[in-house]
Every structure is written in structure tokens, then in C-alpha cells.
T-cell receptor
Framework: GENVEQHPSTLSVQEGDSAVIKCTYSDSASNYFPWYKQELGKGPQLIIDIRSNVGEKKDQRIAVTLNKTAKHFSLHITETQPEDSAVYFC???????????????FGQGTILTVHP | KAGVTQTPRYLIKTRGQQVTLSCSPISGHRSVSWYQQTPGQGLQFLFE???????NKGNFPGRFSGRQFSNSRSEMNVSTLELGDSALYLC????????????FGSGTRLTVV
């Protein structure tokens, strides 16, 4: 089955700096890669996603890049703000109808702390 | 519009008991998935339902089961509770059966004592 590794496990930055979180996946059939943000006491919130036919996607201060050959994808947050502090999860899914269809495999999470 | 609603928010059960958790998806969403979140294992897929049928299942024992009703609401049941079942149980819904664009609820925190 799919295995997703996420690094780093904790990340501390100053307000205004950039933050980068990286994930690698094992199953070449995976073709959908969402990122979720989880705040204390809440469920994960989808913040951005990318499909395997796209190399990069941006949404304001957030961007995701995908390297299918190397099987890794990254989340980039620019101009970080204290409200960006949360746990971030990457995930992978096969949406082409394989055995992992409809199932998200998550990374272990990154605790991001943005210091004012 | 209303998000994914999970009830109850908190639950304390005794080892050996059974428990039923409820999930109401976003209106119009037909797919409901369940995930278990623990500090040690992270987020793990339990099962997904679409049109009242279980379409995919994770690697959990048969004590974990679920169902989906015709209005897309879903329940999951855990029988013969063990201490290790203590976790945050998250429900997610999406328009179609695909894993695409999931919206998660806030979860049910289950504590087994």
C-alpha cells in the first residue's frame, strides 16, 4: 500500500519568513495530493491540493509543488503569520480506480509555529 | 452552508462496551469517510461509504463497522472497546467517491477507560 513520509515534524519560523514542508510517497499510482491544516480542537481543513498532471499550484501565500519522478511534493507558505501556526498534513490518493481509490494516506504531520 | 457535523463531540466508555458515532455530511455530499487519529499512528483510514455501500476499507479489525443511510448520514460502530481505541474519530464528506476535496468534521473524541 501507499506510504507517505513527511518532514520536518516540527518547524519554527519568525513572522514574515517562509516555511517549507516536504513529503514523499511510495505508490506511483497516487495522483492526487492534498494538504490539510489542523488547528487545536478542530478537524483537518483542506488548504490546497494538486493533481499529478500539474507541477505547481498557488493560492495567495500558499503553493504546492509536485515532482512525480522523484515522488515528492512540498508545501510552501510565504510571509508567514501567527495564525498560520497549526499542524499541517500532506496526503496522497489514487483516484484512478486502484485499490487505494477513495482513500487518503496521510503523512505524520508538521507542527508549524510562527513567532510574532 | 453547514459543514460536516459529528456527534457526540466527546465520549467516555468502559473497556468491553460498544459505541456508535454519528456523522452528517455537507448537504449534497454523497461520500462519507471515517478516519482514526491518534498521536502514535496519526490519521488512519477506516472506511468509505458511497450511496449506502462500503466502497473501501482500511486495516482495522472487524470490531469497527459502519453504515450509511439513504440521506447520506453515516454511523460507525466499535464493539468490545479496547483501551487502544481511544482516539479522535473524524468523518469527512465529499461530493463523489474519490477522496477528492474532502471536508472534515471536528471529530468525536473517544476515551476508553
Amino acid at each position: 500500500g501507499e506510504n507517505v513520509e513527511q518532514h520536518p515534524s516540527t518547524l519554527s519560523v519568525q513572522e514574515g519568513d517562509s516555511a517549507v514542508i516536504k513529503c514523499t510517497y511510495s505508490d506511483s499510482a497516487s495522483n492526487y495530493f492534498p494538504w490539510y491544516k489542523q488547528e487545536l480542537g478542530k478537524g483537518p481543513q483542506l488548504i490546497i491540493d494538486i493533481r499529478s498532471n500539474v507541477g505547481e499550484k498557488k493560492d495567495q501565500r500558499i503553493a504546492v509543488t509536485l515532482n512525480k519522478t522523484a515522488k515528492h511534493f512540498s508545501l510552501h507558505i510565504t510571509e508567514t503569520q501567527p495564525e498560520d501556526s497549526a499542524v499541517y498534513f500532506c496526503a496522497a490518493s489514487d483516484q484512478a480506480g486502484g485499490t487505494s481509490y477513495g482513500k487518503l494516506t496521510f503523512g505524520q504531520g508538521t507542527i508549524l509555529t510562527v513567532h510574532p | 452552508k453547514a459543514g460536516v457535523t459529528q456527534t457526540p463531540r466527546y465520549l467516555i466508555k468502559t473497556r468491553g462496551q460498544q459505541v456508535t458515532l454519528s456523522c452528517s455530511p455537507i448537504s449534497g455530499h454523497r461520500s462519507v469517510s471515517w478516519y482514526q487519529q491518534t498521536p502514535g499512528q496519526g490519521l488512519q483510514f477506516l472506511f468509505e461509504y458511497f450511496s449506502e455501500t462500503q466502497r473501501n476499507k482500511g486495516n482495522f479489525p472487524g470490531r469497527f463497522s459502519g453504515r450509511q443511510f439513504s440521506n447520506s448520514r453515516s454511523e460507525m460502530n466499535v464493539s468490545t472497546l479496547e483501551l487502544g481505541d481511544s482516539a479522535l474519530y473524524l468523518c469527512a464528506s465529499s461530493l463523489e467517491f474519490s477522496g477528492y476535496g474532502y471536508t472534515f468534521g471536528s471529530g468525536t473524541r473517544l476515551t476508553v477507560v
